[in-house]
C-alpha cells in the first residue's frame, strides 16, 4: 500500500514563473491538505481539499490555489512566484474528519 | 505567542542518554501529534494522543489534557535518533477538518 507520495521532489524556479506541486494521497483516504515549512521552522497550513472543494484556508495570498482531483489526488499551484516561497511544501493525507495524517516526503522548492 | 510551543529548541546529549522533550499548547485539542523529521524533508508520524501514555519500543509519549502539556522521551538514546522532532495538535474546533497546527520543532543530535 503507497502511503503519501508527492511529485517533484526538488524543483528549482525563476522569480515570477508559476509552479505546480502534486500529491497522490494514502489510499482509502479522501482529504488532502498543504504545508508550507520554511527552514528551521514548523509546517504552515495553506489549505485543505475535501470532495475536490477547498474546505479551509490558512494566510496564504490567493497567489497559492489548488485542486483535488475525483481520485482524491490533489496539485498546489502557486503563480508569481517569489524568493520568499522557497520552502519544503508538505502534502498530508487523512479521512475526513479524521485525527491521524499522514505526510509526504515533501517538495523542496527553491525560487532563484 | 504562538498556539504550540516546544521546548528545547535544539537538544545534543550522549549516546545512551534518556531525553525529554516538550511541548505545551494554549487551545482546546482533540489530538496531538508528535513527528520526527529528517534532513530532506519527510516527516514520519511518531505518535498520536488524545490521552494518557503511548510507548513505541524505546519512544514514550504523555499528554496532560489538564494543563495542555506533553511530553517526548527517548530511552537510550542512539545517533539514529538524530532529528527534528515536531508536535503538532488538532484543535477541538476542527469538527471535519484535520488541520494540523505545529510546533517549530526541536533539533536533536545524539553524538555517539
Known amino acids: 500500500d503507497a502511503g503519501v507520495t508527492q511529485s517533484p521532489t526538488h524543483l528549482i524556479k525563476t522569480r515570477g514563473q508559476q509552479v505546480t506541486l502534486r500529491c497522490s494521497p494514502k489510499?482509502?483516504?479522501?482529504?488532502v491538505s498543504w504545508y508550507q515549512q520554511a527552514l528551521g521552522q514548523g509546517p504552515q497550513f495553506i489549505f485543505q481539499y475535501y470532495e475536490e472543494e477547498e474546505r479551509q484556508r490558512g494566510n496564504f495570498p490567493d497567489r497559492f490555489s489548488g485542486h483535488q482531483f475525483p481520485n482524491y489526488s490533489s496539485e498546489l499551484n502557486v503563480n508569481a512566484l517569489l524568493l520568499g516561497d522557497s520552502a519544503l511544501y508538505l502534502c498530508a493525507s487523512s479521512l475526513w474528519g479524521g485525527a491521524e495524517a499522514f505526510f509526504g516526503q515533501g517538495t523542496r522548492l527553491t525560487v532563484v | 505567542k504562538n498556539e504550540v510551543e516546544q521546548s528545547p529548541q535544539n537538544l545534543t546529549a550522549q549516546e545512551g542518554e534518556f531525553i525529554t522533550i516538550n511541548c505545551s499548547y494554549s487551545?482546546?485539542?482533540?489530538?496531538l501529534h508528535w513527528l520526527q523529521q529528517h534532513p530532506g524533508g519527510g516527516i514520519v508520524s511518531l505518535f498520536m494522543l488524545s490521552s494518557g501514555k503511548k510507548k513505541h519500543g524505546r519512544l514514550i509519549a504523555t499528554i496532560n489534557i489538564q494543563e495542555k502539556h506533553s511530553s517526548l522521551h527517548i530511552t537510550a538514546s542512539h545517533p539514529r535518533d538524530s532529528a527534528v522532532y515536531i508536535c503538532?495538535?488538532?484543535?477541538?474546533?476542527?469538527?471535519?477538518?484535520?488541520?494540523?497546527?505545529f510546533g517549530e520543532g526541536t533539533q536533536l543530535t545524539v553524538n555517539p
Open positions: 487551545v482546546g485539542i482533540s489530538a
Open positions: 503538532a495538535v488538532r484543535s477541538v474546533e476542527e469538527t471535519s477538518g484535520s488541520r494540523l497546527t
Open positions: 489510499s482509502g483516504h479522501d482529504t
